[in-house]
């Protein structure tokens, strides 16, 4: 029960039922824990999940997470982190076409069909990746050799390396 940290989601909501705790990255499944850019080692998140009833009288869960990630840089394969303070509502639905139909009419809405048993760590873990940037870069990756080696110019140690007899 610990492990895969299951909820029944709608008696969750209609009882407006409080989980919060940190959990660690690399408890979570090889989507997180194996990600090519993030690093998951020794990175704990803070999350909070709230159920509770809309005024539509439809039941939902509130996610929230809040932690530093480290990622690899994609420009120069160093760690950076990334300040992670993410919220959302989920509303959850019995029907497939009445979620359809909800989703349509509220471009914001976050539905998710309820089924009678969900992992909190799979919710967590799609926040997470939705989270990610698409290719995390520092703003300045302060390494300039290794920003001249990307650059299209031409590298001036390469260009002095060639007026170099071959040995
Ligand atoms: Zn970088």
Same mark, same amino acid.
């Given at each position: =029960?610990? $492990?895969?940290?299951?909820? +029944?989601?709608? #008696?969750?909501?209609?009882?407006? =039922?409080?989980?919060?705790?940190?959990?660690?990255?690399?408890?979570?499944?090889? %989507?997180?824990?194996?990600?090519?850019?993030? /690093?998951? !080692?020794?990175?704990?998140?803070?999350?909070?999940?709230?159920?509770?009833?809309?005024?539509?009288? %439809?039941?939902?869960?509130?996610?929230?997470?809040?932690?530093?990630?480290?990622? =690899? *840089?994609? %420009? *120069?394969?160093?760690?950076?982190?990334?300040?992670?303070? #993410?919220?959302?509502?989920?509303? &959850?639905?019995?029907? #497939? +076409? /009445?979620?359809?139909?909800?989703?349509?009419?509220?471009? #914001?809405?976050?539905? =998710? &069909?309820?089924? !009678?048993? &969900?992992?909190?760590?799979? &919710?967590?873990? +799609?926040?997470?990746?939705?989270?990610?940037?698409?290719?995390?870069?520092?703003? +300045? *990756?302060?390494?300039?050799?290794?920003?001249?080696?990307? $650059?299209?110019?031409? $590298?001036?140690?390469?260009?002095?390396?060639?007026?170099?007899? $071959?040995?």
């Amino acid at each position: =029960m610990l $492990n895969v940290n299951l909820i +029944d989601p709608i #008696e969750f909501a209609n009882g407006s =039922m409080l989980q919060e705790g940190s959990v660690g990255l690399a408890q979570l499944d090889e %989507r997180i824990a194996q990600h090519e850019f993030l /690093v998951p !080692a020794e990175t704990t998140l803070q999350y909070r999940l709230k159920g509770g009833v809309d005024k539509l009288q %439809r039941p939902y869960l509130n996610l929230s997470l809040q932690g530093e990630l480290t990622l =690899m *840089c994609q %420009r *120069c394969l160093t760690a950076m982190s990334l300040e992670l303070d #993410e919220s959302v509502r989920i509303v &959850l639905f019995s029907k #497939e +076409d /009445v979620m359809d139909e909800a989703m349509d009419s509220d471009p #914001e809405l976050e539905g =998710m &069909l309820a089924e !009678a048993e &969900l992992s909190v760590w799979s &919710l967590l873990e +799609d926040q997470i990746i939705m989270a990610l940037p698409y290719a995390p870069r520092h703003d +300045d *990756c302060g390494n300039t050799d290794l920003e001249r080696v990307n $650059n299209d110019k031409p $590298n001036p140690f390469a260009q002095l390396a060639k007026l170099k007899p $071959n040995q």
